[in-house]
């Protein structure tokens, strides 16, 4: 479609020279602090960033202006006009208006000057809300109590606009006059209390009245394990009045129906304990308890700037079997996060149990043995007054597949339970899809693995008595979560609670928040600190995240020197963890030490910090030196014991000396091809760096036939045998102990769907996707394949097919950025190459007309193509 497009625009353009300056459209996809329109911002000098429209090729921003004001239906600028500012800068713009107050909304727009010097339109208004960005600000103080607080107040006046700010721990669920406000659940995110504790912002203007209200707060354990609340409103009335209501002794509180609540163990919720009306006003409290102020988690208050948990979709069951009277499992068809949402009615009293697993037995019956001391059940006891009762535990959630129901009064339906997808709401910005069938059911299996463990960290499963935020997992799966999902809220967020634990003496720890492994953490699950840090830089260009980080990532790497030998690092505990083979620990670390000097001094050189650049170069330059002279044996380019992941890690690290890299590359071929009949023997570290680094070195065939193998080990193996999540293990386990089907640490994988298979690559010289590279290979029996992405500057896109004798490729580059298109030669030179119809190579040499097109050349059968932005369409085909 876009082919035609780009042909209506050549031509349209030099008939009608008057519509070029309507060709700059207005900017789209306005986000501060990556948020579109946040509620609840407290840095005191946010970002903007935003998308550039252009209907012709080839463009970029020459200058922007932003107004940011207080008026809504037309930002004017009276708090900031920034006037016209030559830049191509089109993300991360810092705010430099008239210093921000508190709970305040602010509305912006942004226009720019394309490379003709021709303004855009400007963009509709955005907006973002502060939140309370001074400690004083804080009114409310904290309260305990039952697991049930409330409060009644009166508005003298209309309220015209009126917020909530509410810290609630473990887990709550705010209610005024009657309903739940907002759509989070699972809320605030899990962070080291002691830190740092989030609140979230309500917009409740709709929610109150003039008169009576009330405001009812149910409270969880969580990760807190116990309650606390923390909480103001602030109401402005018609007639320049406010009120406020705020936490403190006044408040009251009452048991309510949730008998116990885990995130392990599930909630017990008897429906016979309710007090209706509680969240209404004109409840009689009476006989209520007073809340009693306590001294709460010392954490900072933090604004929560990040995607919540919510219900993000409900799923009906696809089976229901009987495996004994009574006893009921319903088959989701999909391994997921979440909690189910059930209808009955029946006696008073009735206890109705849910249990829920990943895993059944050959019987039908429920395997709950890989959920180790999780009891994920769920109990309902019922009211019994005769109307169907509906319940979804609300401080909870599982991993599971199936779910077993006993207890129920009468026989279930199908339709008596649906499911509730729960996890951290970040969307989706990406696709990849190929002829390859096994790909994108492991593509399906990423996305879901990932997606159901985003749960305000990333964690390592869903389901057993774990869900820690495990480092290693972390990193591992961190580039194909930002290649998938709108992530930099997310790990900013994440990066700040690394941050939060680090230790005096430099140390991070091998779960985040701390509460599983230690401290100090294994120098793999370490590596989460700059590794996360870069690849924040990488993919959306953030400075702001390297000047923020770059003490904390440099004492993390002071302190694996302080437990170093002559440059060894000789302590680990994990390494590359779960491998068919086992590598030693000290090379693996070892070269997390040596990553974490390197990636110190790229950031120093980039935050201009030249001494301290020049002396981690010098210092990763050391340790590298260091472990080719007690790992590599040089005449048989073996290192340490040979094993894949012992060759790799070196390889992908350019750690090699120059002679010696074709007799490592070519000692791990010959483990990967032959000794092991092409299948893997790596762990989680080895399986990540050895896809980029078999496309880096022109082995892409053998990459993908590693990747689509469907016996074990690999992920094929797992779909064969009925996976829809990917396993922690490349076994097929199903007993007691660590054998999770949820656990996306394989899914590095996924990352290289992208970068090789549709080709679409980041250039760290020229961060969030400034300057691209498209280098789809074109691989075995691969027919197409097409990867499409948003970043952070606009959409770019990738999608190739073969056709008979030849190839079609069709690429978008945001307006901003540009790219390099190799298209493979296919072996079939001499080749001419055409776009949208017009030959751009032909006779060996660069054809120019196209717009948008710089030039084409011959490297050694790939025929490569400089672009600027815009959609083409190009054909290869044999002269
Ligand atoms: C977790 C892992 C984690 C590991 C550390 C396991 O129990 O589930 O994914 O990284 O422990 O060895």
């Not at 920034?82 to 810092?94: A, C, E, N, R, T």
């Not at 887990?171 to 699972?186: A, F, S």
């Not at 605030?188 to 989030?198: E, N």
């Not at 002794?249 to 885990?262: E, L, Y």
């Given at each position: 479609?876009?082919?035609?497009?780009?042909?209506?625009?050549?031509?349209?353009?030099?008939?009608?020279?008057?519509?070029?300056?309507?060709?700059?459209?207005?900017?789209?996809?306005?986000?501060c602090e990556?948020l579109?329109d946040p509620v609840g911002i407290d840095v005191p000098q946010p970002r903007f960033?935003?998308?550039?429209?252009?209907?012709?090729?080839?463009?970029?921003?020459?200058?922007?202006?932003v107004l940011v004001s207080l008026k809504a239906d037309a930002p004017a600028g009276d708090q900031w006009d920034?006037?016209?500012?030559?830049?191509?800068?089109?993300?991360?713009?810092?705010y430099a208006g008239k210093p921000l107050a508190s709970g305040q909304t602010y509305y912006w727009k942004?226009?720019?000057?394309?490379?003709?010097?021709?303004?855009?339109?400007?963009?509709?208004a955005a907006r973002f809300e502060t939140g309370l960005l001074e400690s004083a600000d804080w009114k409310?103080?904290?309260?305990?109590?039952?697991?049930?607080?409330?409060?009644?107040?009166?508005?003298?006046?209309?309220p015209v606009r009126a917020r909530a700010y509410?810290?609630?721990?473990?887990?709550?669920?705010?209610?005024?006059?009657?309903?739940?406000?907002?759509?989070?659940?699972?809320?605030?995110?899990?962070?080291?209390?002691?830190?740092?504790?989030?609140y979230t912002v309500y917009d409740i203007t709709?929610?109150?009245?003039?008169?009576?209200?009330?405001?009812?707060?149910?409270?969880?354990?969580?990760?807190?394990?116990?309650?606390?609340?923390?909480?103001q409103i602030h109401a402005e009335l018609?007639?320049g009045?406010s009120v406020d209501?705020?936490?403190?002794?006044?408040?009251?509180?009452?048991?309510?129906?949730?008998?116990?609540?885990?995130?392990?163990?599930?909630?017990?919720?008897?429906?016979?304990?309710?007090?209706?009306?509680?969240?209404?006003?004109?409840?009689?409290?009476?006989?209520?308890?007073?809340?009693?102020?306590?001294?709460?988690?010392?954490?900072?208050l933090s604004a929560?700037m990040?995607?919540?948990?919510?219900?993000?979709?409900?799923?009906?069951?696809?089976?229901?079997?009987?495996?004994?009277?009574?006893?009921?499992?319903?088959?989701?068809?999909?391994?997921?996060?979440?909690?189910?949402?059930?209808?009955?009615?029946?006696?008073?009293?009735?206890?109705?149990?849910?249990?829920?697993?990943?895993?059944?037995?050959?019987?039908?019956?429920?395997?709950?043995?890989?959920?180790?001391?999780?009891?994920?059940?769920?109990?309902?006891?019922?009211?019994?007054?005769?109307?169907?009762?509906?319940?979804?535990?609300?401080?909870?959630?599982?991993?599971?597949?199936?779910?077993?129901?006993?207890?129920?009064?009468?026989?279930?339906?199908?339709?008596?339970?649906?499911?509730?997808?729960?996890?951290?709401?970040?969307?989706?910005?990406?696709?990849?899809?190929?002829?390859?069938?096994?790909?994108?059911?492991?593509?399906?299996?990423?996305?879901?693995?990932?997606?159901?463990?985003?749960?305000?960290?990333?964690?390592?499963?869903?389901?057993?008595?774990?869900?820690?935020?495990?480092?290693?997992?972390?990193?591992?799966?961190?580039?194909?979560?930002?290649?998938?999902?709108?992530?930099?809220?997310?790990?900013?967020?994440?990066?700040?609670?690394?941050?939060?634990?680090?230790?005096?003496?430099?140390?991070?720890?091998?779960?985040?928040?701390?509460?599983?492994?230690?401290?100090?953490?294994?120098?793999?699950?370490?590596?989460?600190?700059?590794?996360?840090?870069?690849?924040?830089?990488?993919?959306?260009?953030?400075?702001?995240?390297?000047?923020?980080?770059?003490?904390?990532?440099?004492?993390?790497?002071?302190?694996?020197?302080?437990?170093?030998?002559?440059?060894?690092?000789?302590?680990?505990?994990?390494?590359?963890?779960?491998?068919?083979?086992?590598?030693?620990?000290?090379?693996?670390?070892?070269?997390?030490?040596?990553?974490?000097?390197?990636?110190?001094?790229?950031?120093?050189?980039?935050?201009?910090?030249?001494?301290?650049?020049?002396?981690?170069?010098?210092?990763?330059?050391?340790?590298?030196?260091?472990?080719?002279?007690?790992?590599?044996?040089?005449?048989?380019?073996?290192?340490?014991?040979?094993?894949?992941?012992?060759?790799?890690?070196?390889?992908?690290?350019?750690?090699?000396?120059?002679?010696?890299?074709?007799?490592?590359?070519?000692?791990?071929?010959?483990?990967?091809?032959?000794?092991?009949?092409?299948?893997?023997?790596?762990?989680?570290?080895?399986?990540?760096?050895?896809?980029?680094?078999?496309?880096?070195?022109?082995?892409?065939?053998?990459?993908?036939?590693?990747?689509?193998?469907?016996?074990?080990?690999?992920?094929?193996?797992?779909?064969?045998?009925?996976?829809?999540?990917?396993?922690?293990?490349?076994?097929?386990?199903?007993?007691?102990?660590?054998?999770?089907?949820?656990?996306?640490?394989?899914?590095?994988?996924?990352?290289?769907?992208?970068?090789?298979?549709?080709?679409?690559?980041?250039?760290?010289?020229?961060?969030?996707?400034?300057?691209?590279?498209?280098?789809?290979?074109?691989?075995?029996?691969?027919?197409?394949?097409?990867?499409?992405?948003?970043?952070?500057?606009?959409?770019?896109?990738?999608?190739?097919?073969?056709?008979?004798?030849?190839?079609?490729?069709?690429?978008?580059?945001?307006?901003?950025?540009?790219?390099?298109?190799?298209?493979?030669?296919?072996?079939?030179?001499?080749?001419?190459?055409?776009?949208?119809?017009?030959?751009?190579?032909?006779?060996?040499?660069?054809?120019?007309?196209?717009?948008?097109?710089?030039?084409?050349?011959?490297?050694?059968?790939?025929?490569?193509?400089?672009?600027?932005?815009?959609?083409?369409?190009?054909?290869?085909?044999?002269?």
């Open positions: 479609m876009f082919a035609k497009w780009a042909v209506l625009c050549v031509s349209i353009v030099p008939l009608l020279p008057a519509q070029e300056s309507s060709m700059a459209g207005a900017p789209s996809g306005l986000r990556y579109a960033s935003w998308v550039l429209e252009h209907a012709a090729r080839g463009e970029s921003q020459t200058a922007w202006q920034s006037g016209k500012v030559s830049s191509s800068q089109s993300m991360h713009l810092v942004v226009r720019y000057w394309d490379s003709g010097d021709r303004a855009s339109p400007y963009s509709a409310g103080k904290w309260i305990g109590g039952a697991n049930q607080i409330r409060k009644e107040f009166t508005l003298p006046s209309r509410v810290a609630g721990l473990g887990y709550y669920e705010l209610r005024i006059n009657g309903r739940k406000v907002g759509d989070h659940v699972l809320d605030p995110a899990w962070t080291t209390y002691d830190k740092r504790v989030l709709e929610r109150l009245r003039t008169g009576a209200n009330a405001v009812g707060v149910m409270l969880g354990e969580g990760w807190f394990k116990s309650r606390a609340l923390r909480m018609e007639g009045q209501v705020a936490t403190d002794g006044s408040w009251k509180t009452m048991p309510g129906p949730i008998q116990s609540d885990s995130v392990y163990n599930g909630e017990v919720y008897d429906a016979r304990l309710e007090t209706p009306g509680w969240d209404r006003a004109g409840f009689d409290d009476a006989h209520w308890k007073a809340a009693s102020l306590i001294d709460g988690p010392k954490g900072l929560q990040m995607p919540p948990i919510r219900v993000v979709d409900t799923i009906a069951p696809v089976k229901l079997t009987t495996p004994h009277p009574g006893v009921y499992i319903y088959d989701l068809g999909q391994n997921i996060s979440g909690v189910v949402e059930m209808r009955v009615r029946g006696t008073r009293g009735t206890h109705v149990q849910l249990r829920h697993a990943e895993l059944l037995y050959d019987d039908g019956t429920l395997n709950v043995e890989n959920l180790r001391a999780a009891k994920a059940t769920d109990v309902y006891v019922l009211r019994g007054d005769g109307s169907l009762e509906v319940y979804q535990p609300r401080f909870t959630y599982h991993g599971f597949r199936y779910v077993e129901l006993t207890g129920y009064p009468g026989a279930p339906k199908f339709d008596t339970l649906r499911a509730k997808v729960v996890h951290s709401d970040v969307r989706p910005t990406g696709g990849f899809t190929s002829s390859k069938q096994v790909l994108n059911q492991i593509q399906r299996n990423i996305l879901w693995g990932i997606q159901d463990n985003l749960h305000s960290i990333p964690t390592d499963c869903n389901q057993r008595d774990e869900r820690m935020g495990w480092m290693a997992d972390a990193h591992l799966y961190a580039e194909t979560a930002m290649l998938n999902f709108d992530m930099p809220a997310f790990y900013t967020n994440f990066l700040r609670d690394i941050h939060d634990v680090q230790g005096a003496d430099g140390t991070v720890t091998d779960t985040v928040p701390h509460r599983y492994g230690s401290r100090p953490a294994d120098p793999a699950w370490g590596m989460a600190y700059p590794l996360l840090t870069w690849y924040m830089y990488e993919y959306y260009g953030d400075r702001r995240i390297l000047e923020q980080h770059f003490d904390g990532v440099k004492a993390w790497t002071d302190y694996l020197r302080t437990r170093s030998r002559d440059g060894i690092l000789d302590y680990s505990y994990y390494g590359d963890w779960v491998p068919i083979e086992r590598t030693p620990g000290n090379l693996v670390s070892t070269f997390c030490y040596h990553w974490s000097a390197d990636i110190v001094s790229r950031m120093a050189e980039i935050l201009g910090k030249g001494g301290e650049a020049e002396g981690y170069r010098k210092l990763a330059g050391e340790i590298k030196d260091a472990f080719n002279a007690k790992f590599l044996t040089a005449a048989t380019g073996v290192y340490g014991t040979g094993t894949q992941t012992a060759q790799i890690l070196p390889l992908f690290l350019n750690m090699v000396p120059g002679n010696r890299r074709g007799a490592v590359f070519g000692a791990l071929r010959d483990d990967l091809v032959y000794t092991r009949n092409t299948h893997l023997a790596t762990g989680i570290l080895g399986t990540k760096y050895l896809f980029p680094l078999l496309t880096s070195t022109n082995n892409s065939d053998l990459a993908y036939e590693l990747a689509t193998q469907t016996t074990y080990p690999s992920w094929g193996y797992m779909v064969e045998n009925g996976a829809t999540t990917l396993w922690e293990l490349w076994q097929n386990k199903t007993g007691p102990s660590m054998n999770s089907h949820n656990h996306p640490m394989f899914g590095s994988l996924g990352a290289w769907f992208y970068n090789a298979l549709a080709g679409i690559n980041l250039d760290a010289a020229k961060p969030g996707f400034e300057r691209v590279t498209i280098a789809p290979q074109v691989v075995r029996d691969l027919k197409w394949a097409t990867g499409s992405l948003d970043t952070i500057r606009g959409t770019v896109a990738s999608s190739w097919s073969r056709l008979d004798n030849g190839l079609r490729l069709e690429v978008t580059i945001p307006v901003g950025s540009q790219a390099e298109v190799r298209i493979p030669e296919l072996g079939l030179s001499p080749v001419t190459l055409s776009e949208s119809g017009r030959a751009i190579w032909k006779d060996g040499k660069y054809q120019s007309g196209p717009a948008g097109i710089k030039g084409v050349r011959d490297s050694g059968g790939v025929l490569v193509v400089d672009v600027g932005s815009g959609n083409y369409a190009f054909a290869l085909a044999r002269e």
